[in-house]
């Protein structure tokens, strides 16, 4: 039966990613998006689906597509005020998460539908995105405060009915947790897992990013990883737990807490990361469009810091004085990078 379960949880995920359900199906999804049950066969599906989109082409796919309509006709909901252009690049950048997302969030409703007829009151879930360059402070039904970073979509119920109060998270937030012993505190993200009663954390996971980190401010979390969250992890104040997608290996470092948490300050620091990993997060922070050959750059890394409102004009300058050998072209929405190092 378990085996029967699963394999029907995946062929429910691989319809959906066809666009073969109807918007009527896709209205039961929103109220089972917290729900742990089944959440192994859940999580697997998503993962098979992470690891197929890698192969993807460019350009909109079915589920990308159909998640960008859950987000706009989904009632109850709230949506991002962008205008097409921005929509266009926002749903790229994301565009293996929000696949992923949305083939968890049809499995889960699904899945549900018999129950949720038992049920007198539904609820309905909230959808908040933080633009690129931009930070934003909301505050969840428990009352625990969420701060989100540029570029980043949480997805939660507006109420939290069921025993977890659990949240989807894809780019980076701070959570200061309301403590409620009886109901653990989960977030997810792609390949990980963050579970707290009652403390502050920070979770980044951007889709552009190969790992996934989780740094414990105060208190204590479980961290599960990995392919269906077989690994798990007890985090000590200070310390961060670093899991890499590609191979599925995760390691805990102390880094310097001011460092992780500039973004809040408005503050750009980078420590010994490559050019790839400083355009990617530059992109959370600017909104423009980064067009860049990630297989052309070097593979040296680098440390900067920048103080908080700097133009992307002086930041791309400094970057390109110490990389060298870089044309960088910015425009009003764009912001090409090409190496010419040999």
Known sequence: MKNQKATYIKRVVEMFAKGRYSQTTEACVARWLTNGNDSQAKEKSLDDLWAESLFEEDGETAPQISYRQWLRQNAGAQHPDEDAKTLRRTARHLRIWQSAAACLLVAIGVMGTLMLTQRPARATMVQTYCAAGDTREIILPDGTEVLLNGSTTIVYPERFDSRDREVVLIGE????????????????????????????????????????????????????????????????????????????????????????????????????????????????????DFIYNASSLPTDRYSFRFRKGMPIEEVMGIVSDVVGDLNVNITDTTCRVQCHRS
Not at 212 to 224: A, F, P, Q, R
Not at 274 to 281: K, Q, S, Y
């Open 173 to 288: 937030a701070n959570f200061k947790v309301a403590k409620d012993e009886a109901h653990p505190f989960i977030v997810k993200s792609d390949g990980v897992n963050v579970t707290a009663l009652g403390t502050e954390f920070n979770v980044k996971a951007y889709p552009g990013n190969s790992t996934v980190e989780s740094t414990l401010l105060e208190g204590k979390v479980k961290v599960n990883y990995g392919k269906d969250r077989a690994g798990e992890l007890i985090l000590a104040p200070s310390e961060q737990l670093i899991y890499d997608r590609t191979t599925n290996t995760a390691s805990i470092l102390r880094p310097h807490l001011n460092n992780v948490t500039a973004w809040q300050r408005g503050e750009l620091i980078f420590d010994n990361a490559t050019l790839a990993e400083i355009l990617c997060e530059l992109e959370t922070r600017f909104p423009r």
